[in-house]
Nanobody, 123 residues
Framework: QVQLVESGGGSVQAGGSLRLSCAFS???????LAWFRQAPGKEREQIAQ???????EYDKSVKGRFTISKDNAKNTLYLEMNSLKPADTAMYYC??????????????????WGQGTQVTVST
């Protein structure tokens, strides 16, 4: 069974950095892993994805500032966050999805979630 546990959240000043971790189990190399975030009163949004082939995708709001990576030896997904802005304040979630092989192979809908870790960026 898939299990995801986030850690590493906290409070930082604008311009600072944080590294989030997601310990995973029950996830094989054919899964997609991703980071989502949700601020109060706003929709949940996908901000970074690491697919079965090690390819990464980023939402434009974080591209160039955040880096997603995976360490299979440690069974951990990371999100390195640099140049943080107050707009980055949100609950951050780790998620997992199986792959779907239609006309091309891609990540299915994310349906496994961690408990979340809070990130607060102050001015």
């Amino acid at each position: 069974q898939v299990q995801l546990v986030e850690s590493g959240g906290g409070s930082v000043q604008a311009g600072g950095s944080l590294r989030l971790s997601c310990a995973f189990s029950g996830v094989n190399n054919d899964y997609c892993l991703a980071w989502f975030r949700q601020a109060p009163g706003k929709e949940r949004e996908q901000i970074a994805q690491f697919n079965w082939a090690g390819e990464t995708e980023y939402d434009k709001s974080v591209k160039g500032r955040f880096t997603i990576s995976k360490d299979n030896a440690k069974n951990t997904l990371y999100l390195e966050m640099n140049s943080l802005k107050p707009a980055d304040t949100a609950m951050y979630y780790c998620a997992a999805a199986t792959t779907w092989e239609g006309i091309w192979k891609h990540c299915d809908e994310y349906d496994h979630w961690g408990q979340g870790t809070q990130v607060t960026v102050s001015t």
